[in-house]
């Protein structure tokens, strides 16, 4: 167990910020620290937190040391400060400061939109956590209760590189910010989380890859976004947790992936050729494609709701301050000021979904909703290809972006999955199709018995191509404490 | 953005943005405005935010809420969308309004929170403020205004008074007044706080005053619900007493007249005046305050005030080139005496209060009016009591002399009551007679001797009354030339010199709210650095940052 009174932050938070020799960051952490712990310790299962997992712990930044692989139990895991390397003579790269000299401390004009988005941005990264706490009692292997486990404590990381920042660079206020993300909870009803989706709870293993799939696809491109931040302290952390965030869409993708391969392995095996067949599919203790559609159109909507009203000023407002760039702000050729430029975004006109020009500036959470949606359907292509291999006809398909929307525009519009405004008949008989019914959910749960045996997998899911860290399958990632 | 004529009058089958929920003596009152409601094209009312419209809404509700529904102790205000309680005035349709609007807006939304925050003085109603969600600028100004602020703790509500960092304008609706004059905030606070744009939450806002009550979220609507019932249980209004309906007003708007059934407003575009006149009552006073009740909104001294605050605010808004209202009366002075002496008898019941307090509203809105205002004392008028105060609101006031040629109407006097000296105060707390002779105590003593009897013009014009005598000779072109001249002045001028003359005494909340706060506004309201093409007003929403002038002035 961590000494959490005796921390020696050099050794135990392994860091490239110097933490050890500065002072008043030390002071806040040490006064955080013993609420981390604390959040941790309550979260999740004991028998859980006494168990030997397979982590990968990122130690420092270059190659060699951002991935040491070892068993570890989680209270003990080492989160880390880290930000990457100092680029030389960073510039700001957008905005009306573009071209000056990238910030190294807070810009007193922008301290608290900076200071919104990181508490924004920090929120989220425990709230995933405390959805997801309680699914290791239904893992469908060692392999991927380990790969739960490794989101959830490179999540806590990220809530430490942000509280990082709150206590570097905005004196008392960033302390009590910080202070606050612990004290908010998903769900809560005493302090909830700041965004909706991340209320919900994760009930099923579907929905944990959907949401490592979709919604931390948002946190990715949010991150990706305040990457380009002018303000460099924050860009070098955000740089960083980008290569952790790598892995969590990486869990989504082969999870959803796996399943789909599963259901295609067994319906070819009992020469089901129906795909909507559901009731042949699900009596072989399958997920049937029809079901996956349903899933990947409710978590695709709500992450788009995680991106805003369709015309924004806090997003402009964070572009032109040089606070919040572009997706790939600087492999971009205009002149990263955008004045006078418009974007297209869909709107509702005369009863009908059109598009319209509208200000860039003013349209950047669109722009970067777009690239988001261009990002979230490479996967969907590569599951196509695996139930093409198959033989089945059946293709996944995400969701016209103002379908079952509940912010902007669209929110609590009648409109079907193509962007076709419907009537309430329509949306009500069509609903069925279009999102998990309670039945629905009631099956996928029936399906979540743990499987705690070494290379053995539950019977929805396929086994991984790979090992984590070249493993063999047989392999124990997760050495269970049973008490 | 003023072409189409804004109407004060509305009733609750035609409410877009509030709702009221009636249990007992407790009130909930739900902002949830309607996006699309606007009262003007060209923006959205997102967020709980608001303009005009919704807030003639709102100052409905707080009338009829007096008047209809005496069994209401306590007024719970909350908002029905989540997590946004109020974002304030909607900034782009501040943005694109005319100065005048703006000004106008600011003027009636600011009377609109005096008179709810009253209600508790006044008569016994206390709006609390239950604030769930953000709760910025115009928002937190409206909470400001109640008698009690609860925040829930749910680490994200907060207050936040976020217009110098985010618009360069002012909390303008009393927000920067009430901070330190009402909640007591030490200043220097107060100046972080009205520099931030995030606001304050949670426990420091109960520290620092913001609120008087913080409130863990779980059990927020229980304490909201419990607070309610303490205060109604505390309060003076009666528990049984049924309320009288606010009936439409019988009002025809033409094209040179708006015709009430006791106010006549005659419009003279080419003269730019517009000519009031009060008539007094037709009847005798009723017998009793039960023969009162049974007239209800019939009643005479109801019926002129709402007809009277009616016209006030139509032309306001709607006819804002007539620079000068000239108020007449007509009728017999002793039925206008005895009308307002049953109530002044009664005061202690509940309506007879209303009325009055009616009055004195209605009296004060008179006053903050931004127009040149002169008040003719003609044979056959009747400014007595009630009407009497209104040429102590005037800035000047010409009265008939003797007997005129071919004029067969009773003399014009005037006649003082018991309510001309305390019963219906100005802003700065003192009646408009003792301000009228502020630091001369003998000439109000004066005054007050003669209560009752009725005064021709040289009595009138000894004790100070109004301004000249003018006989037959004289009269119609003194008038006329009065009027001329005042036409021939900047109404910029005038109105900056009227609105100083007009309140001498001592400074009170309310009058640093009408003076200081909204004159400053009112200036920053026309400085490039808030509305010019790069100011922050016109600029908020595109990204840009306003480009400001950094001439300190
Ligand atoms: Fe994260
Ligand atoms: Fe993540």
Redesign the pocket.
């Known amino acids: 167990m961590l000494d959490v009174i005796n921390v020696s932050y050099d050794t135990q938070i392994p860091n490239n910020v110097g933490l050890s020799s500065d002072k008043k960051v030390l002071k806040a952490l040490e006064k955080w620290h013993p609420g981390y712990i604390d959040w941790w310790n309550k979260l999740i299962p004991q028998n859980f937190q006494e168990s030997l997992v397979y982590l990968r712990t990122a130690v420092s930044v270059d190659p060699k040391g951002w991935a040491k692989f070892d068993y570890v139990k989680m209270p003990e895991y080492r989160w880390g400060v880290l930000l990457a390397p100092q680029v030389e003579d960073r510039r700001i790269p957008c905005g009306e400061h573009a071209g000056e000299p990238a910030w190294q401390e807070v810009p007193g004009e922008y301290r608290n939109m900076l200071k919104r988005l990181i508490v924004i941005q920090g929120d989220t ?1 425990p709230a ?1 956590v405390e959805q997801q706490r309680l699914l290791a009692l239904m893992a469908p292997s060692l392999y991927d209760m380990r790969n739960l486990f490794q ?1 959830n404590v ?2 806590g990381r ?1 809530l430490w590189a942000m509280v990082y920042l709150l206590h570097k660079y905005f004196g008392r206020d960033g302390r009590e910010e910080a202070d606050d993300l612990l004290r908010r909870q998903s769900g809560s009803e005493e302090a909830p989380r700041m965004l909706g989706a991340f209320n919900e709870e994760t009930p099923d293993w579907l929905s944990f890859f959907m949401f ?1 799939y979709f919604t ?1 696809r948002d ?2 491109m949010q991150l990706e976004s305040l990457a380009q931040s002018g303000f460099d302290p924050l860009s070098r952390t955000c740089r960083f947790m980008l290569t ?2 790598a892995h ?1 869409m990486f869990v989504g993708e082969t999870g959803v992936g796996r399943t789909i391969q599963r259901t295609c392995e067994v319906m070819k095996e009992n020469g089901i050729e129906d795909p909507c067949d559901t009731d042949r599919i699900r009596a072989l203790g399958v997920i049937d494609l029809p079901l996956i559609q349903k899933k990947l159109n409710l978590h695709y909507t709500l992450s788009l709701d995680l991106f805003g009203q369709e015309v924004s000023t806090n997003a402009a407002n964070a572009f032109n301050a040089g606070i919040k760039g572009r997706y790939q702000e600087i492999r971009l050729t205009d002149d990263h000021k955008l004045t006078g430029d418009t974007y297209t975004v869909w709107d509702i006109v005369d009863g009908k979904v059109v598009q319209k020009e509208v200000p860039a500036l003013t349209a950047i959470n669109m722009r970067l909703r777009d690239d988001y949606t261009r990002d979230a359907a490479g996967g969907v292509g590569r599951w196509n290809k695996i139930i093409e291999k198959a033989g089945i006809d059946f293709e996944l398909k995400l969701p016209h972006e103002a379908f079952h929307r509940k912010i902007g525009v669209f929110a609590d519009k009648l409109i079907d999955p193509e962007g076709r405004f419907i009537t309430g008949a329509e949306y009500d008989e069509g609903m069925k199709e279009w999102l998990p019914s309670h039945a629905d959910g009631d099956y996928i749960q029936s399906l979540m018995k743990p499987v705690y045996e070494p290379g053995k997998y539950a019977s929805w899911i396929a086994p991984p191509k790979v090992g984590i860290d070249n493993k063999p399958g047989d392999f124990e990632y997760v050495k269970l404490h049973m008490a | 953005m003023t072409e189409k004529m804004i109407d004060f009058q509305t009733d609750p089958s035609r409410y877009r943005h509030w709702r009221v929920e009636y249990d007992g003596p407790v009130a909930t009152l739900y902002m949830d405005v309607d996006e699309d409601g606007g009262l003007f094209e060209g923006y959205q009312l997102k967020l709980n935010s608001y303009d005009l419209g919704v807030d003639i809404e709102l100052s409905d509700i707080i009338q009829r809420m007096r008047f209809e529904h005496p069994e209401v102790k306590v007024v719970v205000m909350r908002s029905g969308k989540d997590n946004v309680f109020c974002a304030g005035a909607n900034i782009r349709m501040l943005g694109g309004a005319a100065h005048s609007h703006k000004v106008n807006f600011c003027k009636f939304t600011n009377e609109t929170r005096n008179t709810y925050e009253a209600a508790e003085a006044d008569s016994g109603q206390k709006y609390i403020a239950a604030i769930k969600g953000s709760c910025a600028g115009g928002g937190y100004e409206l909470a400001l205004a109640c008698n009690y602020i609860m925040l829930t703790d749910d680490s994200t509500s907060s207050v936040a008074l976020p217009e110098v960092p985010l618009l360069a304008v002012l909390p303008g609706t009393g927000g920067l007044t009430r901070v330190t004059d009402k909640r007591q905030m030490r200043r220097d606070r107060a100046d972080v706080f009205c520099a931030m744009e995030e606001g304050i939450r949670g426990k420091r806002a109960k520290e620092w005053k913001l609120v008087d009550e913080v409130v863990p979220n779980s059990r927020f609507d229980e304490t909201v619900a419990e607070r309610a019932r303490e205060f109604a249980a505390a309060s003076p209004r009666p528990d049984d007493a049924t309320g009288i309906a606010l009936t439409p007003l019988k009002r025809e708007i033409g094209a040179d007249a708006v015709t009430y059934s006791t106010v006549e407003v005659e419009l003279d575009r080419k003269g730019r005046k517009a000519t009031i006149t009060v008539k007094g009552p037709e009847g005798d006073a009723p017998g009793d305050m039960e023969a009162f009740v049974a007239q209800g909104a019939e009643a005479w001294m109801l019926r002129a005030a709402r007809e009277l605050d009616d016209a006030i605010l139509h032309l306001r808004l709607n006819e804002m080139e007539l620079g000068l209202w000239v108020i007449r009366t007509e009728g017999d002075p002793a039925q206008v005496v005895a009308h307002e002496a049953l109530l002044l008898a009664n005061r202690d019941h509940w309506l007879a209060n209303e009325v009055l307090q009616l009055w004195k509203r209605m009296l004060k809105r008179v006053d903050v009016t931004s127009r040149s205002l002169v008040a003719l004392v003609e044979h056959g008028s009747c400014f007595a009591g009630a009407l009497a105060e209104l040429l102590f609101a005037v800035d000047r006031s010409y009265m008939m002399e003797d007997e005129f040629e071919g004029d067969n109407r009773p003399m014009a006097t005037v006649t003082l009551s018991e309510s001309n000296f305390g019963q219906y105060p100005m802003g700065n707390g003192l009646s408009r007679i003792a301000t009228r002779f502020i630091g001369d105590e003998a000439s109000v003593e004066a005054a007050r001797a003669t209560i009752g009897e009725v005064l021709e013009a040289e009595a009138a014009d000894e004790l100070g009354l109004v301004t000249y005598i003018l006989d037959d000779i004289d009269w119609e072109d003194e008038i006329r030339i009065f009027m001329e001249e005042r036409a021939s002045f900047s109404p910029d001028a005038l109105t900056g010199m009227e609105a100083n003359l007009r309140f001498a005494g001592p400074e009170t909340m309310e009058t640093r709210i009408f003076g200081r706060l909204t004159a400053w506004q009112n200036w920053i309201f026309n400085r490039p650095n808030a509305v010019g093409p790069d100011g922050a007003l016109q600029r908020y929403g595109s990204g840009v940052r306003g480009d400001y002038n950094l001439e300190r002035v």
Do not use: F, L, P, Q
């Open positions: 990264e995933s989101v490179e999540e990220h490592t931390d946190g990715k952790e965030e969590h």
